[in-house]
T-cell receptor
Framework: TQLLEQSPQFLSIQEGENLTVYCNSS?????LQWYRQEPGEGPVLLVT???GGEVKKLKRLTFQFGDARKDSSLHITAAQPGDTGLYLC?????????????WGAGTKLIIKP | KAGVTQTPRYLIKTRGQQVTLSCSPI?????VSWYQQTPGQGLQFLFE???????NKGNFPGRFSGRQFSNSRSEMNVSTLELGDSALYLC??????????FGQGTRLTVV
């Protein structure tokens, strides 16, 4: 059974601070996706990281895929109230014809003005 | 292009009843996946349909079932509802096994 542990589960910080969210697993993933979900909406894909060691930047968000493709992090610089939401990581697991997204439990982020 | 549409948005059912949820994927997307989301549990994969065939299935009891029609629209059914089935049920469609596009979900409350 593939598991993806996401931490922290909850984070409340002041506007302007930096933060990092982690996703860790003992399984190797083909790629890893990060989603953001706002209340009353479904998750929306932010980024997909594919190569071990890959770093992708999306404005103030930096995503990194571990060298062994077992873990990933999301770093937000100078957080803003608009960053508030539920952040979810999803590992793409593919073996033979089987394909699944293995989801972390999510990090509920609140940025206080 | 219209997004993924799920109906109804909210539903209240009594224990023991059954419920059917509907999902219309993005036009051209043939893959539809269903997820259950509860606080603290994240997204739990229910099943995936592709071209009217169930391609993948998660670890849920047989009370949870689904189907997909020739126009790619999908339904999921939960029979003999239990209190623990209360959750947000999300549907996601995709064109290829890359990005999943989610609907707004159906909030099911079992009383």
């Amino acid at each position: 059974t593939q598991l993806l542990e996401q931490s922290p589960q909850f984070l409340s910080i002041q506007e302007g601070e930096n933060l990092t969210v982690y996703c860790n697993s003992s399984s190797v993933f083909s790629s890893l996706q990060w989603y953001r979900q706002e209340p009353g909406e479904g998750p929306v894909l932010l980024v997909t990281v594919v190569t071990g060691g890959e770093v992708k930047k999306l404005k103030r968000l930096t995503f990194q895929f571990g060298d062994a493709r077992k873990d990933s992090s999301l770093h937000i610089t100078a957080a803003q109230p608009g960053d508030t939401g539920l952040y979810l990581c999803a590992g793409v697991w593919a073996e033979d014809s089987n394909y699944q997204l293995i989801w972390g439990a999510g990090t509920k982020l609140i940025i206080k003005p | 292009k219209a997004g993924v549409t799920q109906t109804p948005r909210y539903l209240i059912k009594t224990r023991g009843q059954q419920v059917t949820l509907s999902c219309s994927p993005i036009s051209g997307h043939r893959s539809v996946s269903w997820y259950q989301q509860t606080p603290g549990q994240g997204l739990q994969f229910l099943f995936e349909y592709f071209s009217e065939t169930q391609r993948n299935k998660g670890n849920f009891p047989g009370r949870f079932s689904g189907r997909q029609f020739s126009n790619s629209r999908s339904e999921m059914n939960v029979s003999t509802l239990e209190l623990g089935d209360s959750a947000l049920y999300l549907c996601a469609s995709s064109e290829s096994r890359s990005e999943a596009f989610f609907g707004q979900g159906t909030r099911l409350t079992v009383v």
